[in-house]
T-cell receptor, first 113, second 116 residues
Framework: AQSVTQLGSHVSVSEGALVLLRCNYSSSVPPYLFWYVQYPNQGLQLLLKYTSAATLVKGINGFEAEFKKSETSFHLTKPSAHMSDAAEYFCAVSGRGDDKIIFGKGTRLHILP | GAGVSQSPRYKVAKRGQDVALRCDPISGHVSLFWYQQALGQGPEFLTYFQNEAQLDKSGLPSDRFFAERPEGSVSTLKIQRTQQEDSAVYLC??????????????FGPGTRLTVT
């Protein structure tokens, strides 16, 4: 069985500051890991995914995440926050061959001017 | 190209009414998924289709929930005798990769269901 835990339901950072959203996972099989972003009244958009290739994954909009097996973590970072980054972010996990994605509860990112 | 579309975008139902939510996946996508997203929560898996076959319905919360995809394209999620706890956003996603649907899923905007 798989699960994810996102630390912090709300995170606030100043514009231009580092963004760090934390995610820890649990999986009984080698995982696929994902970060999705959801803007108000919109569906989920895939930011990036880890599928057992490079442990440092680069995604869209300047985001990246690093898979750390020893820490069972997949934290999302961005060097410099932009106002347009304000949204809800979901970490998610799946196992190879699974037909479903298990989502965390989400972290709402607030950008302070 | 067109993405996943869902209709209606908003639905208000009185408790006890039946509702039907529609999903149009990306053309040619064989895999289709339904998720339920309660307020302040992440999406939770409901059911999965590969073409017209419903391969996994383990997430459907009760027998009031029913999903179909008769021709392997458009899908309908039906909720009978709606209850207040059914209030949520219902998300549809599709994937071009059969059997590996978790690898790449494209989500629609969702239908927000409010049961009064």
């Amino acid at each position: 069985a798989q699960s994810v835990t996102q630390l912090g339901s709300h995170v606030s950072v100043s514009e231009g500051a580092l963004v760090l959203l934390r995610c820890n996972y649990s999986s009984s099989v080698p995982p696929y890991l994902f970060w999705y972003v959801q803007y108000p009244n919109q569906g989920l958009q895939l930011l990036l995914k880890y599928t057992s290739a490079a442990t440092l994954v680069k995604g869209i909009n300047g985001f990246e995440a690093e898979f750390k097996k020893s820490e069972t973590s997949f934290h999302l970072t961005k060097p410099s926050a932009h106002m347009s980054d304000a949204a809800e972010y979901f970490c998610a996990v799946s196992g190879r061959g699974d037909d479903k994605i298990i989502f965390g509860k989400g972290t709402r990112l607030h950008i302070l001017p | 190209g067109a993405g996943v579309s869902q209709s209606p975008r908003y639905k208000v139902a009185k408790r006890g009414q039946d509702v039907a939510l529609r999903c149009d996946p990306i053309s040619g996508h064989v895999s289709l998924f339904w998720y339920q997203q309660a307020l302040g929560q992440g999406p939770e898996f409901l059911t999965y289709f590969q073409n017209e076959a419903q391969l996994d319905k383990s997430g459907l919360p009760s027998d009031r929930f029913f999903a179909e995809r008769p021709e392997g394209s458009v899908s309908t999620l039906k909720i009978q005798r709606t209850q207040q706890e059914d209030s949520a956003v219902y998300l549809c996603a599709s994937s071009s990769i059969p059997g590996q649907g978790a690898y790449e899923q494209y989500f629609g905007p969702g239908t927000r269901l409010t049961v009064t």
